[in-house]
């Protein structure tokens, strides 16, 4: 974005934004946190699927500390205030959070998917040291968010005066990055994850098919397929964790999909009202999704107001926790795989 003048902002505006970020930032913090530090507390027994809400929560924790907090301290400054290598990393950092954010719930319905539809698979690598699909995810995330660093630097918008703003290609630039960007940060994972949750329902829905007729005949009968074969012990708990990853995702669409509307309208459109409140507002409820994440992974827990109040002095685990899965061990880049129990 070349930016060739000192535009004076909307005061009120601006206090509008200033509230919402604090909020956004405050409770994404304390939740995100609470959840890690819930989770590392348990980490002996963390099962895959924690795995991947232990790395969902790193992820959103960079969402508000580099993208949710800078831009809190841009509005009330003004002015990105720091050197030049700060603001280009901090730029980075922004998409990184929301490359880790997205991918991480790619990879979580993946992984999904495989326990639903290709046990077999997910069986004969569960002693795997390394979790693959995190480190894709992280790996994705670093890789992507490079063009920040030569895309972004500190840019004299008036005499003496310098801001954090990008440089690109005039006329077509800025439409080519918001549009490769909506492309491979939302669009390509959103079809990713409704490909695999659709393969995942018509997977179940063979399982209680043949369940019925089980019951109905009052013996077993030969399975209609390898594919029906392969889901027709889905446990309660592992369906538990795919309807988890379903609302996951529902919230994920419902946060980021006005963002990028409102991004790929104030780029194609000359005449978008970039200005206006709820233009303004619509891209900032995209961070709402690093304070929900949290919450629903408590909720189908089914203890959200106990764990909320013992987040730092949590006893002993529950042997009757209502999500049972394997037990492994997490780290922040992988799990070492112990032991196993009915839930994946």
């Given at each position: 974005m070349e930016v060739t003048g000192d535009q004076p902002r909307d005061e009120n505006l601006?206090?509008?934004e200033i509230a919402l970020l604090s909020v956004i930032f405050v409770s994404a913090t304390i939740l995100n946190t609470g959840l890690m530090l819930m989770l590392w507390k348990r980490r002996k027994q963390v099962s895959r699927m924690r795995a991947f809400v232990f790395h969902l929560c790193v992820a959103d924790l960079v969402v508000a500390f580099f993208q949710v907090c800078p831009q809190l301290i841009w509005d009330i400054t003004d002015r990105f205030i720091g050197p030049d290598v700060v603001c280009r990393l901090v730029k980075y950092l922004q998409v990184v959070g929301m490359f880790a954010s997205t991918y991480m719930i790619v990879a979580m319905t993946i992984d999904r998917y495989q326990a639903i539809c290709n046990p077999m698979v997910t069986f004969q690598r569960r002693?795997?040291?390394?979790?693959?699909?995190?480190?894709?995810?992280?790996?994705?995330?670093?890789?992507g968010s490079l063009p920040q660093l030569f895309i972004f630097s500190m840019v004299q918008v008036a005499p003496g005066v310098f801001d954090c703003w990008a440089d690109f290609i005039q006329p077509w630039g800025l439409q080519t990055y918001v549009t490769w960007t909506t492309?491979?940060?939302f669009i390509v994972p959103i079809f990713t994850v409704v490909v695999c949750q659709a393969r995942i329902c018509r997977a179940?829905?063979?399982?209680l098919y043949i369940k019925t007729h089980q019951e109905e005949k009052g013996a077993v009968v030969q399975p209609l397929s390898s594919g029906a074969s392969s889901v027709a012990g889905v446990s309660k708990a592992r369906i538990k964790t795919v309807k988890m990853t379903v609302v996951i995702v529902l919230t994920y669409i419902i946060c980021w999909t006005p963002f990028f509307i409102v991004q790929l309208w104030s780029v194609w459109d000359q005449n978008a009202p970039t200005e206006t409140s709820t233009f303004t507002i619509l891209m900032l409820l995209a961070s709402l999704n690093s304070c929900a994440n949290p919450c629903i992974y408590l909720l189908f827990s089914g203890q959200l107001p106990k764990r909320l109040t013992t987040l730092l002095c949590r006893g002993?685990?529950?042997p009757k926790d209502s999500l049972h899965e394997e037990a492994?061990?997490?780290?922040?880049?992988?799990?070492?795989?112990k032991s196993l129990s009915d839930f994946k």
């Open positions: 601006a206090k509008i002693r795997a040291r390394w979790n693959i699909p995190v480190c894709v995810a992280w790996v994705i995330s670093l890789i492309l491979v940060i179940v829905q063979i399982n002993p685990s529950d492994t061990t997490v780290s922040s880049l992988y799990v070492s795989f």
